[in-house]
């Protein structure tokens, strides 16, 4: 590796040039749910990504949230085709660490999958998370279709308001289309760390800050609760 870059994101000039096809397997269940990791899946369900630092606890969030049918670690948002865990943390691929979450919308809507992202970390550290550096811990949203778009930005607007009340800073969440920004599914070891390795490390920690649960009729979260305690 020829050098590490934790506090800006490479150019694309500067980036891994990574490879044409993935390195590794994936494996082809999930350990706790039991189903497949990669598609097709079954008609009717959707897909959403979110990245919120390291991704062994990030991915045991959204697997503990019913109605959620897979999840995978992985690598999105940067430039190098095909990387690896060494490459990400050089910092010189771009990618965050991102969990795939594919959904029953019939179950679990995206309002609430949004709900467990804002409150399982903290938005508003930059290229860091918590006592994790580096750009590929930023704080993302890759979302597959205009109404998840839509969504978010709503959301992190909503969160916003409820962390500055709080005495938090400026969230520095990016919200972008996963089109053009690829997900490529992080090596074996990966996938559901924290199921394989429940003392195992988890970097993820919220602000005690809530977002409030859609109100029906809402296509958005519209309110904020307090956090307990």
Request: proline residues 10%.
């Amino acid at each position: 590796m020829r050098f590490r870059v934790k506090d800006r994101l490479p150019t694309p000039e500067e980036a891994l040039p990574g490879r044409d096809a993935p390195a590794f397997p994936v494996p082809d269940r999930h350990t706790v749910l039991g189903n497949p990791l990669l598609p097709p899946y079954p008609e009717g369900l959707e897909t959403a990504d979110f990245a919120l630092g390291c991704f062994w606890g990030a991915e045991r969030r959204f697997w503990q949230t019913p109605g959620v049918w897979t999840t995978l670690a992985g690598y999105q948002g940067g430039h190098t085709p095909n990387p690896t865990y060494e490459e990400v943390c050089s910092g010189l691929t771009g990618h965050t660490e991102t969990v795939r979450v594919v959904f029953d919308p019939s179950r679990v809507s995206y309002e609430r999958l949004l709900q467990v992202f804002w409150e399982a970390h903290d938005p508003t550290q930059g290229f860091r998370q918590g006592n994790d550096v580096g750009t590929q811990y930023r704080s993302a949203v890759f979302t597959h279709s205009p109404a998840q778009q839509e969504q978010a930005s709503f959301s992190r607007t909503a969160y916003q308001q409820a962390l500055t009340a709080a005495g938090h800073g400026v969230i520095t969440t990016e919200i972008l289309p996963a089109d053009g920004r690829p997900f490529y599914p992080a090596e074996d070891y990966h996938q559901q760390y924290l199921d394989k390795n429940p003392a195992g490390y988890c970097g993820i920690g919220g602000t005690g800050v809530k977002l409030s649960d859609p109100i029906d009729g809402a296509s958005c979260p519209t309110g904020i609760l307090p956090a307990d305690g």
